[in-house]
């Protein structure tokens, strides 16, 4: 079966910094997200992206997070200036279309630490 | 807005036994309910879906749910457990305001004793 494929695996940051989480969706998916799991929590939607721009985000997505398709195969989540808070798995997924029931394929997951 | 419980967030069985992972969920409106799989140092798996129809729904690695709508419940089973069970799993409601997004239940981890 296809993959969804994030990198890192792990990712360890400072307070304040850049962070740019990688993920290579399935290559014939069209709607891209961000998923994230802080330890001990419930997995939480960040956003969603279609046609090269976003059509949902929570509220968990502030200002301080970006997303990105910058070419034909990889989706980016970034945040600007992380903070403690922002230590979590984060999941990126893909599916083939958009819509109610449509299955969702996550990756693996990148495990952000904010020292 | 849309949510979901699982109750046990540990959940241990023996090789054999019937496996039974609880989820209620609360919803305003019709949902459609997921149940994925975790193992460890991998992605979230889609095990299985209740979109509409037939409200016994059979997955992948003999799992099946049924939408129980007067009770909220969408609860997991597998009659017979195996040790290639053992996995975190997540209930979860679409919601019926953003067909994008998924609402998660807080996990249940599956132990299955030899």
């Known amino acids: 079966e296809p993959e969804v494929t994030q990198t890192p695996s792990h990712q360890v940051t400072q307070m304040g910094q850049e962070v740019i989480l990688r993920c290579v969706p399935i290559s014939n998916h069209l709607y891209f997200y961000w998923y994230r799991q802080i330890l001990g929590q419930k997995v939480e939607f960040l956003v969603s992206?279609?046609?090269?721009?976003?059509?949902?985000k929570s509220e968990i997505f502030d200002d301080q997070f970006s997303v990105e398709r910058p070419d034909g195969s990889n989706f980016t989540l970034k945040i600007r200036s992380t903070k403690l808070e922002d230590s979590a798995m984060y999941f990126c997924a893909s599916s083939e279309v958009g819509g109610f029931g449509e299955k969702l394929f996550f990756g693996s997951g990148t495990q952000l630490s904010v020292l | 807005a849309q949510s979901v419980t699982q109750l046990g967030s540990h959940v241990s069985v023996s090789e054999g036994a019937l496996v039974l992972l609880r989820c209620n969920y609360s919803s305003s409106v019709p949902p459609y309910l997921f149940w994925y799989v975790q193992y460890p140092n991998q992605g979230l798996q889609l095990l299985l879906k209740y979109t509409t129809g037939a409200t016994l729904v059979k997955g992948i690695n003999g799992f099946e749910a049924e939408f129980k709508k007067s009770e909220t419940s969408f609860h997991l089973t597998k009659p017979s457990a195996h040790m290639s069970d053992a996995a975190e799993y997540f209930c979860a409601v679409s919601d019926p305001g953003s067909a994008r997004q998924l609402t998660f239940g807080s996990g249940t981890q599956l132990t299955v004793l030899p």
């Open positions: 992206f279609y046609n090269n721009e976003i059509s949902e």
